[in-house]
């Protein structure tokens, strides 16, 4: 089996180049197991990864054109099995980007705003199952910003003020808890709600299968509109 990887060390070259490498292949062998293999065996390959299992979302990749997790994305025996970096982020070295600008405002989104400590009452208070099943799933988020790459509104350099997939997911799940008393329908609109184009492409990707992008984005705007806060321009 062949597989293409890109290589690239901003600090050395001028510009990437792609190598190709024999692979023997199995049955429902994914791309995280052939880049270890090559990086083993051949050559080595600056990547990231660690649960091996589309949690820690440190191995997100471009695969044949589409962003991806090598995790659970299976390479094709005779298939192209093309490896790029992930699109839209600054590459460090080979297939190792840098999230950190999405990282971090995401870290500062999901800090649970409160005008006081919760009371052990408040705690202790069961909380509507309606709401855990809104909540429950945007928990499987990786951060692994695949649908932030996938994106057609981020990727075109679009409004500046779209945060995207992965920031709209993490306002949506504050917006959900019970606990947080922040104004996450503001927060969303100013954050580029609207600019969505609702093409569903970030489900599409994502392989934290629960979570259903557009849902999340028509509850968001429901709240928004009932409030009189979507944008005059706004379709």
């Known amino acids: 089996m062949k597989v293409k990887v890109q290589k690239y060390d901003p600090s050395a070259d001028d510009a990437p180049t792609m190598k190709e490498y024999t692979v023997d292949y199995h049955e429902h062998m994914t791309v995280l197991e052939a880049l270890v293999k090559i990086n083993a065996e051949q050559e080595p390959i600056v990547f990231d990864y660690s649960c091996r299992g589309r949690t820690c979302g440190r191995c997100a990749?471009?695969?044949?054109?589409?962003?991806?997790?090598?995790c659970v994305t299976c390479v094709e025996e005779n298939g192209d099995?093309?490896?790029?970096?992930?699109?839209?982020?600054?590459?460090?070295?080979?297939?190792?980007?840098d999230k950190s600008k999405v990282h971090e405002r995401v870290a500062a989104i999901e800090v649970r705003q409160r005008?006081?400590?919760?009371?052990?009452?408040?705690?202790?208070?069961?909380?509507?199952?309606?709401?855990?099943k809104k909540i429950a799933p945007l928990?499987?988020?990786?951060?692994?910003?695949?649908?932030?790459?996938?994106?057609?509104?981020?990727?075109?350099?679009?409004?500046?003020?779209?945060?995207?997939?992965?920031?709209?997911i993490a306002i949506?799940?504050?917006?959900?808890?019970?606990?947080?008393?922040?104004?996450?329908?503001?927060?969303?609109?100013?954050?580029?709600?609207y600019n969505?184009?609702?093409?569903?492409?970030?489900?599409?990707?994502?392989?934290?299968?629960?979570?259903?992008?557009?849902?999340?984005?028509?509850?968001?705007?429901?709240?928004?509109e009932a409030r009189g806060l979507k944008p005059a321009d706004a379709s």
């Open 196 to 224: 969505c184009i609702m093409c569903g492409r970030c489900t599409e990707v994502c392989k934290a299968l629960e979570i259903d992008h557009l849902s999340v984005w028509k509850d968001l705007r429901s709240a928004a």
């Open 139 to 168: 928990e499987y988020c990786a951060r692994c910003c695949v649908c932030t790459a996938v994106c057609p509104v981020v990727q075109s350099k679009g409004p500046k003020n779209y945060i995207g997939p992965t920031g709209m």
């Open 81 to 97: 099995n093309e490896v790029k970096p992930l699109t839209g982020f600054p590459v460090i070295r080979d297939l190792i980007v």
């Open 61 to 70: 990749i471009t695969f044949n054109g589409t962003p991806a997790l090598a």
């Open 172 to 193: 949506g799940l504050r917006y959900y808890d019970p606990y947080d008393e922040g104004d996450r329908v503001v927060q969303a609109v100013q954050n580029g709600l």
């Open 115 to 132: 005008a006081e400590k919760m009371t052990l009452e408040e705690i202790n208070k069961p909380v509507d199952p309606e709401i855990c």
